[in-house]
């Protein structure tokens, strides 16, 4: 979706850093299997 705004010129750079709040996520999965995920760099360019 941020490329197609950048491409629809409707912003010019969306910023999609901490768009997910991975929080509840990762704590079941720590509780879990005792690792986490992260954003993979969602919103780097």
Aim: aromatic share 2%.
């Amino acid at each position: 979706m941020a490329e197609h705004t950048k491409k629809a010129d409707l912003l010019d750079k969306p910023d999609l850093k901490g768009i997910y709040d991975l929080t509840p996520l990762n704590k079941v999965l720590k509780a879990e299997t005792g690792k986490e995920v992260d954003d993979a760099g969602l919103g780097a360019e």
